[in-house]
């Protein structure tokens, strides 16, 4: 019998891709000495061939010893992508859906400005799944060339996308946007919440920003009238725990705003009505 906890988070694997059987396995198999036969029992809809469960389990066996396994295994699902991932580019959260949420169910045209590319991510998924068209830049050489390769690999390159190395806030783009987004670098130095992995394995220029972590926000504050049509969107990834700080400086410089969590229930999200 599955315990309620496995049942709950079987419910929960199976609302997402599959990409992350070495996680199921490692977790589950492993830990909790599920048999195969009790793993295809819970999730029937993996269908490990049985080739492809002995070597995720050789892989998760590697991976409880010690081993990070995630450059090794190469991409990441998120959205409806799969996207390549190397060291030195950002590697991409479940959390930042959420502002692709925001923006599909908002959007189904329009074009958006997206600050800090990474893979490509968020701008990937937004055309894959709409009319929007979208304009990106990254300090980062390595990413932009990332991006490339994703839009390539996720058979995007007719969508409207233009992308290119830029360090912000000094880049030039043409016309006018209905949205700027971005999951900006939001984190403080002495961030103790910070895990070792991310440490690890996130370059420092994805993750740092002075000021508590806000001065990313601010600087894109006070720089956006630039590219931002009047009365357009400002969609920001925020730290689940900057809800208040960033209450503090927005209250006196936009209209409105509204704050969403994401799905685990974490402050996530800011939206800036300019
Ligand atoms: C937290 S990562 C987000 C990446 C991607 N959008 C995602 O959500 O997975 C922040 C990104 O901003 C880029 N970045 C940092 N400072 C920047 C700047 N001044 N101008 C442009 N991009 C910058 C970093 O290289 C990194 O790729």
Not at 17 to 24: F, G, L, Y
Request: charged share 25%; net charge positive.
């Amino acid at each position: 019998m599955a315990t309620k906890k496995q049942e709950l988070l079987s419910t929960h694997f199976r609302n997402i891709e599959t990409n992350i059987r070495v996680e199921i396995i490692k977790f589950y198999c492993l830990k909790n000495n599920l048999s195969r036969a009790k793993f295809d029992l819970l999730y029937p809809e993996l269908k490990c061939s049985e080739k492809e469960f002995s070597y995720y389990e050789k892989q998760a066996k590697l991976h409880l010893n010690g081993k990070d396994l995630t450059f090794e295994i190469g991409y990441k699902h998120f959205y409806n992508l799969k996207l390549s991932i190397v060291k030195g580019v950002f590697v991409p959260q479940f959390d930042t859906e959420t502002l692709v949420d925001y923006v599909l169910k908002n959007y189904q045209s329009g074009c958006g400005f997206e600050i800090g590319l990474g893979t490509g991510a968020i701008s990937l998924a937004i055309i894959k799944n709409s009319e929007i068209a979208m304009i990106g830049i990254d300090s980062n050489k390595k990413a932009i060339k990332l991006t490339e390769q994703n839009q390539k690999e996720n058979s995007l390159e007719t969508k409207e996308f233009s992308f290119f190395t830029s360090t912000f806030p000094k880049v030039n783009i043409e016309g006018k946007v209905d949205f700027i987004i971005s999951n900006p670098p939001y984190i403080d130095r002495d961030d103790r919440f910070l895990s070792q992995w991310v440490k690890q394995n996130q370059p420092p220029e994805a993750l740092y920003a002075k000021n508590n972590g806000l001065a990313f926000y601010e600087l894109i504050f006070a720089n956006y009238k630039k590219w931002l049509k009047p009365g357009g969107e400002i969609i920001l990834e925020i730290g689940f725990n900057q809800k208040n700080d960033l209450f503090k400086i927005i209250t006196n410089n936009f209209k409105k705003y509204n704050f969403y969590k994401d799905i685990q229930g974490h402050d996530r999200l800011l939206v800036l009505k300019t």
